[in-house]
């Protein structure tokens, strides 16, 4: 059974760090690049950034670079969300997706997790 469980999600002041978790399982984790997507209140889900399955290659949103860094494990399964000097605009839940480097080509989500930047 395919699972992606997110955590690490929770209420932050402005400025504060989280570090958001993304645990795999029931697929071989190593042939999926993996990303950070976030869905804002009455915004369409967009990309936050994005990791190559053997983590070489990173791309991010330009309204996180220099403060979000993906990295992942790939002896763990795990994939991680830094996120450092948190606005009140990166307010959102924020999903985990896998994506299969090659054919046949399969995508996995999470169920999310909720980020909250507030005073």
């Known amino acids: 059974q395919v699972q992606l469980v997110e955590s690490g999600g929770g209420l932050v002041q402005p400025g504060g760090s989280l570090r958001l978790s993304c645990a795999a399982s029931?697929?071989?984790?190593?042939?999926?690049?993996m990303s950070w997507y976030r869905q804002g209140p009455g915004t369409e889900r967009e990309l936050v950034a994005r990791i190559s399955s053997g983590g070489g290659n990173t791309n991010y949103a330009d309204s996180v670079k220099g403060r979000f860094t993906i990295s992942r494990d790939n002896a763990q399964d795990r994939v991680y969300l830094q996120m450092n000097s948190l606005k009140r605009e990166d307010t959102a839940v924020y999903y985990c997706?896998?994506?299969?480097?090659?054919?046949?080509?399969?995508?996995?989500w999470g169920q999310g997790t909720q980020v909250t930047v507030s005073s």
């Open positions: 997706k896998a994506e299969r480097v090659r054919l046949p080509k399969t995508t996995y």
């Open positions: 029931g697929f071989t984790f190593r042939d999926y690049a």
